[in-house]
């Protein structure tokens, strides 16, 4: 970016910042445990400080008996649920935000679940979240100058087929500090016999997309046998990685899945670690909590609902914020990162069975033993009733009464309640407008 500078490289102030940032993540990752907790407190004070002065909704929260520097007393804050985000959101607001943190800008969440919400976020939270971004490249040591291919969400309809987007670059945060190979994008809702023979045409190095998407895509070219050679690893947003998928992109393109977790209102929460299928938490920008049914700290081995704090977005402090999901939590890593670690992501309490003592069960159907009974092009349950799941099927013939029957009892043998399956048949279970799907979900959850 400098004028008569071939070499070493000097990037632009944004990159320059960045890369300030990625230098001082990658040597906190090493911390003691200790040290990273200390870290986290004094940047958690200085966030909670700002919000008591400038944010009405905490001063109406009558938070200023917490102190901070008290773990104990942390847990004593409210915690913040989503329809709160929705209704507060005026009074979460910083209007004296620090110059030196930048421009805020509203962001409004996909909504997938039919109630989306709107926040505000600093340009320093993105810079921090951008970091993390970049961070996930260098853990597993992605080659910059491969092709990358996303098939994704297209808003506005610029990227339909046959030849989608082409770009020079990966984009924003990773070209700021890198001279990559090109991108593509294709829209999310293009036929996957489309899907597969403009991917032949791209022939990425890596390839990006949802876990539903993938399974479908993975299937379609596993069985008209159209390989991706040049592929190195497939990256997964927006859903639930299951292990089936996992399995499933191994034998069919013999290459890993790669999942980041994040959401809209907080960033990038977790990575996944390069020696394995569990995830880093971000601690350097966010204090993840996972909390069980009474409030306190879930132990390793434990799942319970995720509580966030965004620790650099002073424009809207969301202090204890509770975003909907379920996680369980892991055993220190092996690898000497000293982060938080989340065994699992579970997903949303919708994506939960509700049996009928009232208590929740992760569900799980196994796609490829019902898929190798019938002819299925694309499948979702829906319970409807505590004791009712609708099987909504897309096939390629007509089911028999007896088929149905097999696959009923096929889909209890994993369940703990002996459940009754109404199948309805359709030509197209359509995403959301978000190019979210959610294979499983409950209506009285």
């Not at 597969?196 to 990006?208: D, G, K, S, V």
């Not at 007509?398 to 048949?425: D, G, K, M």
Request: proline share 7%; aromatic share 8%.
């Amino acid at each position: 970016m400098v004028p008569g500078l071939a070499w070493p490289g000097m990037p632009s102030a944004n990159g320059q910042a960045l890369l300030s940032l990625l230098y001082q993540i990658e040597e906190n990752q090493w911390l003691p445990v200790s040290e990273l907790i200390d870290r986290q407190r004094r940047q958690r004070k200085e966030l909670f400080t700002a919000a008591l002065r400038s944010v009405p909704f905490y001063r109406d929260q009558n938070c200023y008996h917490i102190d901070p520097d008290d773990p104990d007393a942390w847990s004593n804050l409210p915690v913040i649920p989503r329809p709160a985000l929705q209704q507060e959101f005026e009074l979460l607001l910083n209007h004296a935000l620090p110059p030196a943190h930048g421009e805020a800008t509203d962001y409004s969440t996909s909504g997938s679940t039919g109630r989306p919400v709107t926040v505000r976020i600093s340009t320093l939270a993105k810079m921090v979240s951008a970091a993390f971004s970049i961070r996930g490249h260098l853990w597993h040591r992605r080659d910059l100058n491969g092709r990358l291919a996303s098939i994704h969400i297209d808003r506005g309809n610029q990227a339909p087929y046959p030849d989608g987007v082409q770009q020079e670059s990966w984009g924003w945060p990773t070209a700021e500090l890198y001279k990559t190979g090109p991108a593509s994008l294709l829209s999310i809702n293009t036929p996957l016999d489309q899907q597969a023979e403009w991917l032949q045409r791209q022939n990425p190095h890596y390839l990006l997309s949802t876990p539903s998407n993938l399974l479908r895509l993975s299937e379609y070219c596993a069985k008209h046998e159209l390989p991706l050679p040049a592929l190195r690893d497939v990256s997964t947003v927006s859903e639930v990685v299951s292990d089936e998928l996992r399995e499933q992109i191994k034998e069919v393109w013999d290459v890993p899945v790669i999942d980041t977790y994040s959401t809209k209102e907080t960033g990038s929460i977790a990575v996944q670690c390069p020696h394995g299928d569990h995830y880093h938490v971000m601690s350097e920008g966010v204090f993840l909590e996972v909390l069980n049914s009474q409030g306190l700290h879930c132990a390793p081995g434990e799942t319970g609902r995720v509580v966030l704090t965004r620790l650099h977005n002073f424009a809207m402090p969301l202090i204890r914020y509770e975003i909907g999901d379920y996680a369980e939590v892991g055993e220190p890593c092996r690898c000497g990162r000293n982060q938080l670690v989340l065994k699992k992501i579970l997903g949303r309490v919708r994506n939960m069975l509700v049996l009928p003592d009232g208590s929740f069960h992760w569900p799980s159907f196994r796609r490829r033993q019902f898929t190798n009974l019938i002819p299925v092009r694309q499948h979702q349950f829906v319970q409807t009733s505590s004791d009712i799941i609708e099987v909504r099927l897309v096939v390629d013939r007509p089911v028999t009464v007896a088929e149905e029957q097999q696959l009923s009892n096929l889909f209890n043998e994993r369940l703990p309640f002996h459940f009754q399956f109404n199948f309805i048949y359709t030509d197209e279970i359509p995403r959301h407008s978000t190019g979210k799907f959610e294979d499983f979900y409950s209506e009285i959850a």
